[in-house]
């Protein structure tokens, strides 16, 4: 068999070469100082920030049972809520808006289950791991 040589660059070359940085091939190649990881959870951030908040069938039946509408305001900080507890690496999280209380999945962005504070008999909310007061 017979092997031939390439004199083909590398993708981390060809990449410094149109950023016009210096690579180094390594297991941390970096652009412009980030890698790739970084670079990539940055990206699936602003995915969410763009994304409001949608709400599940259960947590929508959850409104309309307990006479809860939101305003936009109290929308706007449910959404910014979700945002801190992403930023924070929590995956289900409580948000409290007002007298209400929201239990979001943060990796779906999707409210689970709602209700008004005065509604939660023992105060106890369980399988969170991560609270925001928005």
Excluded: C, W
Excluded at 53 to 67: M, P
């Amino acid at each position: 068999m017979k092997v031939v040589n390439s004199n083909y660059p590398s993708i981390e070359q060809v990449t410094g070469q149109l950023l016009g940085t210096p690579t180094s091939v390594s297991n941390q190649t970096t652009v412009e100082g980030k890698t790739f990881a970084d670079i990539f959870r940055q990206k699936q951030t602003i995915e969410n920030i763009a994304t409001p908040v949608r709400f599940s069938k259960h947590a929508s039946v959850r409104l309309d049972d307990r006479n809860i509408e939101l305003s936009s305001e109290q929308l706007s900080r449910l959404n910014e809520g979700t945002q801190k507890a992403n930023a924070k690496g929590i995956n289900e999280s409580l948000v409290l808006v007002d007298e209400l209380a929201f239990i979001v999945n943060i990796k779906n962005n999707t409210v689970i289950t709602a209700m008004d504070q005065s509604e939660a008999k023992e105060n106890v909310f369980t399988n969170i791991d991560g609270a925001v007061i928005a």
